[in-house]
């Protein structure tokens, strides 16, 4: 049985769905899950002016904040967050910050990851979110697991092969072609976990041996 964290940052609750049905992919492929949010790094009166950034941070006080023991636990990992100029949001940013203790352990190394995003309009990021998320996993040694074009559905959710994405239209739930395709990334990320999970220990001890 693969162990999957899905680990993410969502401000009004998109994200936030699509975590759920990555989480919701892993299960239905066998893994055993923990779905964590990152710290709130915003002011609450910030938080306050917002609305729907107030009413999905209430909504969601039940979730529990991710930890580097959810890092060392997992096979796998989906990272999520919206896109901030193209780039990573500042709450996952310092959390993935936070990594280097086990980093240099090796203990994040040799293990699947992938990850999912999304922007207001149809070019505002996405793409390169998900790119600058994989240079982290690839410091790490990680073996990052990209949507690629592996199934038909993945057209329906617009496509992108590096992870799964979402255009924020305003609609509210997130589109079912999304949370489909967010679903199946699930469950791909969990059968890639459970293949190098199977081999993680001869694989470490192979790279650590000189070249012949």
């Known amino acids: 049985m693969a162990k999957i964290a899905v680990i993410y940052y969502s401000a009004t609750g998109h994200t936030f769905q699509i975590a759920k049905a990555y989480e919701e992919g892993a299960i239905a492929a066998g893994a055993e899950t923990r779905l964590r949010k990152v710290r709130e790094l915003a002011p609450d009166e910030a938080i306050a002016s917002n609305q729907g950034w107030y009413q999905h941070r209430l909504e ?7 930890t580097m023991d959810d890092l060392e636990w997992a ?14 949001s500042a709450q996952l ?20 990851a992938t990850g999912f995003t999304g922007a207001g309009n149809a070019h505002g990021g996405q793409e390169t979110t998900l790119t600058t998320l994989y240079n982290v996993m690839c410091h790490w040694g990680a073996i990052v697991v990209p949507a690629g074009y592996t199934n038909q559905l993945l057209f ?43 081999g993680r220990e001869r694989l470490a001890i192979e790279m650590s041996a000189a070249p012949a």
């Open 60 to 66: 969601t006080q039940h979730v529990p904040e991710a």
């Open 75 to 88: 096979d796998g990992y989906a990272f999520g967050t919206p896109t901030r100029y193209g780039n990573v």
């Open 93 to 112: 940013k310092q959390f993935l910050d936070t990594t280097g203790g086990l980093w240099a352990q090796g203990k994040l190394a040799n293990k699947a």
């Open 156 to 198: 329906a959710a617009g496509g992108n092969p590096y992870g799964v994405s979402y255009t924020d239209t305003g609609t509210n739930p997130i589109p079912g072609e999304i949370l489909t395709a967010a679903r199946y990334m699930g469950q791909r990320l969990t059968r890639v976990a459970e293949m190098i999970a199977a």
